[in-house]
């Protein structure tokens, strides 16, 4: 992101797997890869905090959990971003955001994670509609960032989400895909990476076996579309 005020502003966002005893490996990833945020799902940590992890470099770990360590979301950021954090909400498990102050420009950051094929439609209903609950209480001019796991594809091309897809996704559409085209439209936010033509190695977000997809996203109003200079998985 190109940030008025500011130097470039790298984020990024990963499913772990789980953050258990899992810190310093992710820390030294964001050192190498210049990331000054990242978002963070299934951390399986439980309860909501923050702590400072990190030795040389260091990063501020925020997270959401529940009771019983199932899924969970978290924010990292680098420890001289950490006193332009404004605020910081977590919703569930599987929803928080964070305001933070980045040059001149106030942005809110939701790390998300979506319920995986499989889950009773009703708790993907809920995620759904708790999200987008979510977003409605902002206004139209902020500056709002969606990063996560949304367990969707939305498919190679635009089809009937022109105004939401840019054309240079990856594989076919499912219908878990499907709601994250209809929330996209419905809250004003871009698939953003969609909108940079990319060979498969930087679009696809997840394999397993010859099994690859793209379920990894970065959402943003369409306000801020120009603001991006490049998003891709690395």
Not at 38 to 55: H, N
Not at 172 to 199: H, W
């Amino acid at each position: 992101l190109r940030i008025s005020g500011s130097h470039a502003f790298k984020l990024a966002s990963v499913n772990v797997g789980t953050m258990v005893s899992r810190s310093k490996e992710i820390v030294d990833v964001l050192v190498k890869r210049k990331i000054q945020l990242c978002c963070i799902q299934e951390t399986r940590f439980k309860g909501s905090s923050c702590k400072f992890i990190g030795i040389n470099e260091v990063f501020k770990f925020f997270w959401s959990g529940d009771s019983t360590g199932d899924a969970g979301v978290g924010i990292l950021v680098k420890e001289n971003q950490v006193s332009e954090v404004i605020d910081v909400k977590t919703v569930n498990s599987r929803i928080m955001w964070m305001k933070i102050k980045v040059g001149n420009d106030l942005l809110i950051i939701a790390s998300v994670y979506a319920p995986q094929q499989g889950r009773p439609e009703t708790e993907k209903e809920k995620f759904w509609n708790e999200l987008e609950d979510e977003v409605r209480k902002f206004t139209a001019d902020d500056k709002i960032l969606i990063c996560g796991d949304l367990n969707g594809r939305v498919g190679q091309s635009r089809q009937d989400f022109g105004d939401v897809h840019g054309g240079h996704g990856f594989g076919e559409k499912n219908e878990e895909g499907d709601r994250i085209l209809d929330f996209a439209q419905s809250t004003d936010m871009k698939i953003m990476n969609t909108y940079f033509k990319k060979p498969d190695q930087h679009l696809v977000t997840y394999k397993s076996g010859n099994i690859e997809s793209q379920i990894d996203y970065i959402l943003s109003r369409s306000s801020m579309k120009t603001l991006f200079r490049n998003v891709k998985t690395i």
